[in-house]
């Protein structure tokens, strides 16, 4: 604890020896922190706050922090709510009244609590709505139901599914291979390693072109299997596993044998629940990208009903009108099952990329 | 990993208790169709049977995708299948390279590549040395004996598990002429602007967001570096009579070399795939400002009306040869800085 002070105070050479500097130390670095926690997290809090307004609450600037409403009456003798607005009366008092319809300039207006009293002409420079903070949540039920060119169901469905079916097979095949890797010893086993983890570095990028040949071959373009399948030989999976398994005792597969297990019996029962911990990495990891992923489905995925959640999510917002208050309530919803995954597994997640530095 | 497993761990315990019945009968059935397989080749050519999978997965979607991307590139016309594609040899690189100066795009055949190619210096340069600087001052920032760590730790990590589209999505909003920067610029007195449509403007904030959605996960590694240098290490040099800055000149930085130096060769090969956030956030835009090489790949081959999937492959090329040269030179300077 004590090394780990020292190394940043370095940071704040400016600052000569003496109690003072420790303080000052201490408040730039909490400046930071603050500073940090305000950029880091300031916008996504916005994109909450701005997705519980209203059309017309988006577009009022300067923007207001919180979402406001229009105070809606209902009064007597009218089938729809009325708008309610605070009103500037030629005697220079104010009365809150409800607006029936406007006619150019001029407003019709009636008092809720005297609705007998009969329609009040004003000009509409004298009234000034009144405003509620109230969260628009047919931002988010909207989309739900039905939205054209957004079937958010279809997509979060897709999505869903391949994320799910990947990982599984990810998780699957990664650690038949890793089990093979790790513990058999047979020919080519060595250069069959290196071919895997020498296209760590070879993203999809580089070959998207042939991928695509390969997957309009087997017919799988515009279906999730073409999206699910490429990636589904990850080497840093297979890496991480094999590493992992090195580390459990041959002895233990041996002693199975001895009792007459098959290799198979053996990975199922005994590899696999042993390696518990690197399938949880792994399944996390996968989880991320395959949520995540966007380029090769754009490429895979050309009809609107196939479309992932990103993929939809962008199609959407990209068109000329763009519908803000949906795009912001969309983008929330995709980005709540990552913030729940992450508010559970936190720990989890930061301390395995710190020991496996894979992202 | 220690006690931080146990969570995930009880989660997969759940999956697990659901998936274990499911699976019953598809394992009974592998085992069954195995068992004999094994008496004939023995239990050490079962390793080509737990290998297959993986191996059939990764050959056709992986290797021979590699290998055939030579022929794409020395192929032409917009046809897909191979068959189809008229032999051109080395006309597409050709074509890319086809240019009066190498230093102004305006002067190429291929403008927009050579266009993507200077935006993707630009961007790599700016961009990297941004995460490096950041991750570095925060990881040395959570390193200090602060309050509630954990909070500010995952503070700075949250964005890096958001989607590119997600995180595009949240800074154009922020961006956007009635949006909240510039609410808070005229409050400063300063002069509102559309950012992300603005010639100056539009490669900064590129970069900015992308610093911001990545920086985290780099300080993470960082962290972790710096929590391994040893303490002894500190008390040693204060018995020296080190001040702060020679405790970080002489021996913070040389200990965490090596993690700096893994920072700088994965954030410079992301650096030069980058697509996903730009594409959403400004399109490649204004004009083609921020279009980077992915782009060009992308749009030649997949987006634009007329296929050139020839010329998208020859592209591809030029970029899988920098990523090799980077990973060659991570290898060979990563081998001499563990030397000295």
Partial sequence: MMGAERISISRFLSLRSGGARINSADALTYLYLTFGTILMFGPVLWLVASSFKTQAGLVKYPPPLLPYQQVQVEVEGFDKALPLFTVTMEDGSSRELAQIRRVGIEARMVDPADPAAGEIKVNIRQREPVEEVKLAWENYLDPLVELENFD???????????????????????????????????????????????????????????????????????????????????????????????????????????????????????????????????????????????????????????????????????????????????????????????????????????????? | MGESVRKPLRLLNVLEAIARPLL????????????????????????????????????????????????????????????????????????????????SPN????????????????????????????????????????????????????PVLLSPVVVALIWKWVLQHEGVLNAIVEIFGGESKRWLLDINWA????????????????????LAGLQSIPPELYEASSIDGANHWQDFRFVTMPLLMPTMFVVLVLSLIRAVQMFDHIFVLTGGGPGTRTQLMVQYIYTTGFSNQIQLFGLSAAASMVLGISLLVLTLLQLRLGNQSSLA
């Fill in chain 1, 152 to 359: 958010f169901v279809t997509y979060l469905k897709n999505s869903v599914v391949v994320t799910t079916v990947a990982t599984a097979i990810t998780l699957v095949i990664n650690s038949m291979a890793g089990f093979a890797l790790s513990k058999y010893k047979f020919k080519g086993r060595d250069a069959i390693f290196v071919l895997f983890i020498s296209t760590l570095m070879i993203p999809i990028t580089v070959i998207l072109v042939p991928v695509f040949l390969v997957i309009t071959s087997i017919g799988w373009k515009n279906n999730l299997w073409g999206v699910i399948i490429p990636g589904a030989a990850t080497p840093t999976g297979i890496f991480l596993l094999r590493q992992y398994m090195l580390t459990i005792p041959d002895e233990l597969l041996d002693a199975a044998r001895i009792d007459g297990a098959s290799e198979w019996h053996i990975y199922w029962r005994i590899i696999l629940p042993l390696a518990r911990p690197a399938l949880a990495v792994l399944a996390i990891f996968s989880v991320m990208w395959r949520w995540n992923d966007f380029l090769w489905p754009l490429i895979v995925l050309s009809q609107n009903d196939l479309f992932t959640l990103q993929v939809g999510l962008n199609a959407f917002q990209g068109e000329l009108q763009i519908q803000w208050h949906y795009v912001l309530a969309m983008t929330v919803v995709t980005l709540l099952p990552i913030t729940l995954v992450f508010a559970f597994l936190q720990r989890f997640i930061t301390t395995g990329i710190a020991t496996t530095g894979m992202k």
């Fill in chain 2, 24 to 103: 019953l009968i598809p394992v009974a059935v592998v085992e069954f169709v195995l068992t004999p397989i094994q008496k004939r080749v023995g239990i050490d050519k079962m390793g080509y049977f737990f290998v297959l999978p993986n191996l059939l997965i990764f050959g056709i979607f992986v290797l021979f995708p590699m290998l055939l991307n030579f022929y794409y590139a020395m192929t032409g016309g917009t046809k897909l299948f191979p068959q189809d594609r008229p032999f051109v040899g080395l006309d597409n690189f050709a074509t890319l390279f086809d240019c009066e100066d190498f230093l």
């Fill in chain 2, 107 to 158: 002067s190429c055949q291929e403008d927009l590549f050579w266009r993507g190619i200077s935006n993707t210096i630009q961007f790599v340069v700016l961009q990297v040395s941004g995460i490096v600087l950041f991750s570095l001052v925060t990881a040395l920032v959570l390193n200090r004996k602060i309050v509630a760590r954990g909070f500010f730790r995952s503070v700075f990590f949250y």
């Fill in chain 2, 203 to 222: 490669m900064f904030w590129v970069v900015f967001v992308s610093v911001w959605a990545l920086m985290g996960f780099y300080t993470l590694i960082l």
